[in-house]
């Protein structure tokens, strides 16, 4: 199934978010063209870890992509990108503030060459307000959402989330965007102006915890594993290690009594309802917390699932790509890289239909495809020869 199969993206994004979405447009079929600066490429292509020099985090948001290197400092490269962008359906951008209408990509310019596209704009903070000219990275807004406050130990130090959700969110986010705004443009024939910003984001994720705020006056505070509202419902230690626990209701807390053989709790009135097992926490925490010690995790593991009481072990991510639940979920796709050969990646996280996973195109090469969209465009052999030797344009050396 891939319902954008006509469309076509020009990818002017970098870094996490945007190219993302872009990835994922290309998973549901879209043609997508990665625009990227002559030289250095997208910033990810410098970042560790590194195999035969390709970047791993370039890779893990970059499969389903064709990608030109360009020169958009010069006009014969923002040329190139209007030629491009007149023939586009969708055009993603997540430059600094200002630096789009220097480089004559801003919205203004690109709706005046082809009224009808879809525009997404990226930013930090949204481009209003005082802060709206800051650089946007997810470290920044999750310590400035209020996120970083309420993850750690509350006896030790901040932790932040270490897979940048902020950033992840933002590209999930503009896609549901970029899908709405086609088919309001199908029902309208008008292109939409689309944006998102990490700021935006990291709020948005906050949204219950901001809830619990306006009804109770207190903000978050830092639990470790643990969770405001339900108890017990963290990591507890076992007698060989550490499991997940996370009791949801007071079905699943009897159900646990029973299976602990802990039924002398099930009547305590500290620990009768989830309102009073929370009202007691720490004394719901050092009671379940003895129990736990008394099986290894495996034994719990075993017990608990039979009964029907949430638990997990806390696996490392070798251990979760390599579970057969994780296997049978298909999840993992795999294309040919022409430096690394067969790579995995992760595919999109929606099926349709019971259909397979598959991942159209590897991440490209620094201008893999120049030479190739050049062709596609149009532009005369004369041209394009000319475009590479003033360096407006650079095509891959390695792996063609």
């Known amino acids: 199934m891939k319902p954008l199969k006509n ?56 499969h389903n992509k064709r990608s030109i290197a360009v ?35 801003d919205y203004e310019t690109i709706s005046k060459i082809n009224p009808n596209i879809i525009y997404l704009e990226i930013s930090g903070y ?27 130990d509350p006896n030790g130090s901040f932790s932040r989330a270490s897979f940048s959700p902020v950033d992840l969110g933002t590209g999930s986010f503009a896609l549901s965007g970029i899908l709405a705004a086609l088919l309001e443009r199908q029902q309208t024939g008008k292109g939409v102006y689309v944006e998102v910003s990490l700021l935006d984001t990291s709020i948005s994720q906050m949204g219950y915890m901001a809830q619990n705020y306006w009804r109770t006056g207190s903000p978050p505070r830092r ?57 007691n926490f720490n004394e719901t925490v050092r009671v379940v917390g003895e129990v736990m010690r008394t099986r290894t995790t495996e034994e719990w593991l075993s017990l608990l699932r039979a009964a029907g009481v949430p638990c997990s072990p806390i696996n490392t991510l070798d251990q979760a790509l390599e579970h057969p639940q994780v296997q049978s979920r298909a999840l993992i796709v795999e294309t040919d890289h022409p430096v690394l050969g067969p790579t995995k990646n992760v595919g999109y996280p929606v099926k349709f239909n019971h259909e397979p996973r598959h991942a159209s195109r590897h991440a490209p090469l620094l201008g893999e495809h120049t030479k190739e ?20 344009v650079e095509q891959a050396k390695i792996g063609l």
């Open 223 to 279: 639990m470790g594993t643990a969770h405001p509202a339900m108890s017990p419902y963290q990591a507890f230690e076992t007698a060989d290690g550490y499991l997940m626990l996370g009791v949801g209701n007071d079905a699943q807390w009897k159900r646990f009594c029973v299976a602990t053989k802990f039924e002398t709790l099930m009547n305590d009135p500290r620990f009768a309802t989830n309102a009073e097992r929370v009202s």
């Open 126 to 152: 949204g481009r209003e307000g005082p802060l709206g000219k800051e650089p946007g990275y997810d470290v920044m807004l999750q310590a400035f959402s209020g996120m970083l406050s309420s993850m750690g």
């Open 373 to 392: 969209v050049l062709k596609e465009m149009g532009l005369s052999n004369e041209r394009i020869d000319a475009l590479f030797e003033n360096g407006v």
């Open 71 to 105: 020169d958009l400092k010069s006009p014969e490269g923002q040329q190139i990108v209007h030629e491009l962008v007149a023939r586009a359906d969708i055009i993603l951008q997540g430059f600094g503030s200002g630096t789009a209408k220097k480089l004559a990509v």
């Open 7 to 62: 469309i076509k993206v020009v990818d002017l994004s970098k870094v996490l978010a945007g190219p993302l979405c872009a990835q994922f447009l290309g998973e549901l079929g879209a043609d997508v063209i990665k625009i990227e600066p002559v030289g250095a490429g997208d910033d990810t292509r410098a970042w560790l870890p590194k195999e035969k020099d390709q970047s791993a985090i370039f890779l893990a948001v970059n």
